[in-house]
C-alpha cells in the first residue's frame, strides 16, 4: 500500500503565495514522475506541474501557471512541493498530488492520488 499525503493548502489573497507539499509513505521501491493537478468543482481535472524524472531535471508546467509556480521534489524524502506566487483567484481548486510508484512484487508503475487539499485566493 502506498499513500501520498498533501499538506499546505488554504486562504491567501491574491498576489500572495503557498507552497504545497506532498509526502508518500508505503511500501515504495522508486517513484516515477510526480504531478499536480487542480479541480475545480463541475469542470475537469487540470493537469498543473510535471517533475518526470527523480533526478528532478525535467518539469513542464500548464500555461496559466508558468513564470509563478514551481514543481520540485526530495528524492530521499518521497516527496514532492508546488511553490505558488503571484496568487489568482482563477487558481483556486482543489490540488491532487499524483506519482507513479514502483511497489515491491509487482511489475511497472502503478498510479497513486492523493485526497487533495484546498486553495482558496481571494480577490
Known amino acids: 500500500q502506498v499513500q501520498l499525503v498533501e499538506s499546505g493548502g488554504g486562504l491567501v489573497q491574491a498576489g500572495g503565495s503557498l507552497t504545497l507539499s506532498c509526502a508518500a509513505s508505503g511500501s515504495i521501491l522508486t517513484i516515477g514522475a510526480m504531478r499536480w493537478y487542480r479541480q475545480v468543482r463541475g469542470k475537469q481535472r487540470e493537469l498543473v506541474a510535471v517533475?518526470?524524472?527523480?533526478?528532478?531535471?525535467?518539469?513542464s508546467y500548464a500555461e496559466s501557471v508558468k513564470g509563478r509556480f514551481t514543481i520540485s521534489r526530495d528524492n530521499a524524502k518521497n516527496t514532492v512541493n508546488l511553490q505558488m506566487d503571484s496568487l489568482k483567484p482563477e487558481d483556486t481548486a482543489v490540488y491532487y498530488c499524483n506519482a507513479d510508484v514502483r511497489m515491491p512484487l509487482v511489475d511497472g508503475f502503478l498510479e497513486v492520488w492523493g485526497q487533495g487539499t484546498q486553495v482558496t485566493v481571494s480577490s
Open positions: 517533475i518526470t524524472s527523480p533526478s528532478g531535471v525535467t518539469t
